[in-house]
């Protein structure tokens, strides 16, 4: 099972997560067929979602994230919660790209320019929408930037996704340092130097690193307090009766016009590939209750 660390310096000046989503990943090219490079750009949102979700409080609010570039890719989204559930999708995923000069998949491109959109739906009246530019589209920057932009907190974040020859995902995770607003000057600069040559995530996990090993190495030199480990996986919460509420929410009109046409309507969740098929009869007392 993946786990994800929530941990602080003992100052309280900064905050960190860190999370592997080896397993994670892996259950998302399963579902997908994902290539490689979409499994790492897909990946990597999965674990930024994963780390920005732990960060909300309560039990039902979630967190969207949705990335629209102009790259092969197309649209991505991932959904997430505060109790360490993931899912995602791409609209594209099995693109293939050249490998970039040094040999490693090129995130940036396949996904191309565009806008990040942050959607949290904190169970109130509106949900909160933040949207900024791509700014590399590597996801890790793009993220950096949405804190910083829209909601004015400096953060370093790391994401790697280790595709393995037979398109497995060999290792995955990421971590997050965000800057307190009481922080003071000396500290953060003792955190931009720390950062400076540390190892990839990738490289942290391929070498068999656990996850609080890997908040350690990244946090050496700081006196941090761990407050939570909490387990982490790709949970789709797909239903028939979710399915039944999307098709009623179309209105009598179009579902008529579906029982003229073909008698029966399949919708494939995007999340998990799975089919739910309603037959005429079914049709017919969604028809009563539509509006």
Partial sequence: MD???KAITKD?????????TTETVNAAQKFHTLSPVCCAALGRLMTAGLMMGAMLKGKEPSLTLQVKGDGPIGMMASVSDSMGNVKGYCANPVVDIPLREDGKLDVGTAVGQGMLGVIKDLKMREPYIGQVPLQTGEIGDDIAFYYMQSEQTPSVVALGVLVDRDYSVKCAGGYIIQVMPE????????LENSIQGLMSVTEMLDKGMSVEE?????????????????????KCDCSKERMERAIISLGKGQ??????????????????????????EDLKKFLETAK
């Fill in 12 to 20: 309280g000046f900064l905050r960190v997560y860190a999370v592997e």
């Fill in 255 to 280: 579902i008529q016009s579906i029982i003229d046409e073909t008698g029966e309507a399949e919708i494939c969740c995007h999340f998990c590939d799975r089919r739910y098929t309603f037959g005429e």
């Fill in 214 to 234: 890997m908040l350690k190495y990244v946090m050496l030199g700081f006196d941090i307090e761990i407050l939570e480990t909490m387990d982490v996986g790709y």
């Fill in 183 to 190: 922080c003071d000057d000396a500290t953060l600069t003792k």
């Fill in 3 to 5: 786990k994800l660390i």
